[in-house]
Nanobody
Framework: QVQLVESGGGLVQPGGSLRLSCVASGSIFSRNAMGWYRQAPGKDREWVARINSGGNIYYTDSVKGRFTISRDNAKNTVYLQMSSLKPEDTAVYYC?????????WGQGTQVTVSS
């Protein structure tokens, strides 16, 4: 069983920064791709960023140049550094990994960008 626990969300003004963290249980972390998703009120959950076990990184277009995903395998942790935040970045942010045919999600952390 894999457990993912996100933290680091909060209220920030437009143009500000936040760093989200996701700690994963289990010894398989280093071999798995990890992703961040978000869900804004009234919208579908959308993919934000992904980092695979080899360190290859991908972003959705709307966050390129503003968000940075990284991982620390020694700490079983994946991060999402968010800068130049916009009101449209407001959402609940979720950490995700897929093992076999099972997709695992954390409980989410709220990010609100507002003045």
């Amino acid at each position: 069983q894999v457990q993912l626990v996100e933290s680091g969300g909060g209220l920030v003004q437009p143009g500000g920064s936040l760093r989200l963290s996701c700690v994963a249980s289990g010894s398989i972390f280093s071999r798995n791709a990890m992703g961040w998703y978000r869900q804004a009120p009234g919208k579908d959950r959308e993919w934000v960023a992904r980092i695979n076990s080899g360190g290859n990184i991908y972003y959705t277009d709307s966050v390129k140049g503003r968000f940075t995903i990284s991982r620390d395998n020694a700490k079983n942790t994946v991060y999402l550094q968010m800068s130049s935040l916009k009101p449209e970045d407001t959402a609940v942010y979720y950490c995700n990994t897929v093992i076999g045919v099972t997709s695992y999600w954390g409980q989410g952390t709220q990010v609100t960008v507002s003045s």
